[in-house]
């Protein structure tokens, strides 16, 4: 298996903080390039996803799109124009709220939780591939530690 320095072509890096954040950078890089090549064929982004799992963890209950982006894995400002392509696949709901015009709530449609339904194995398979040489414990302690770096 290759090194971050191999992957990246450079010298060895000596700081061992700038080697970790690196490495964890170019893995969740690498990482996301490899689920956007997953869902390609179902028509839909990582992002989109992202959205789509939100809206079926909310089991029904409609959502507004602030709170969406909020949860969202990689937070960007333009959940609106992916949530307009989810409303264009019939993926996902879009209602106006009766209190504040300007507000919207969203809920997964019947075809975008059968999407989920699908990809589910496929992407559950895919993590446990890639996450094979990890043993449980190792899982649970570098889940810890990613925990703890992002607590600044």
């Not at 992957?7 to 893995?27: C, E, G, V």
């Amino acid at each position: 298996m290759p090194t971050i320095e191999e992957l990246l072509i450079t010298k060895p890096i000596k700081d061992p903080y700038n080697r970790a954040l690196l490495s964890i950078m170019y893995t969740g890089s690498w990482l996301v390039s490899r689920i956007t090549k997953l869902l390609k064929p179902y028509g839909i982004s990582e992002p989109q996803y992202n959205v789509l799992r939100i809206l079926r963890g909310q089991h029904g209950e409609p959502i507004n799109m602030f709170a969406v982006q909020n949860r969202m894995l990689q937070r960007m400002s333009n959940v609106s124009r992916l949530v307009d392509k989810l409303v264009e696949k019939g993926l996902v709901q879009r209602t106006q709220t009766k209190e504040n015009r300007r507000m919207v709530d969203l809920t997964i449609t019947e075809k975008g939780l059968a999407l989920l339904t699908q990809l589910d194995p496929v992407i559950g398979d895919y993590m446990h591939s890639i996450a094979k040489n990890l043993k449980k414990d190792e899982a649970r302690t570098l889940s810890e530690w990613l925990d703890i770096l992002r607590n600044e």
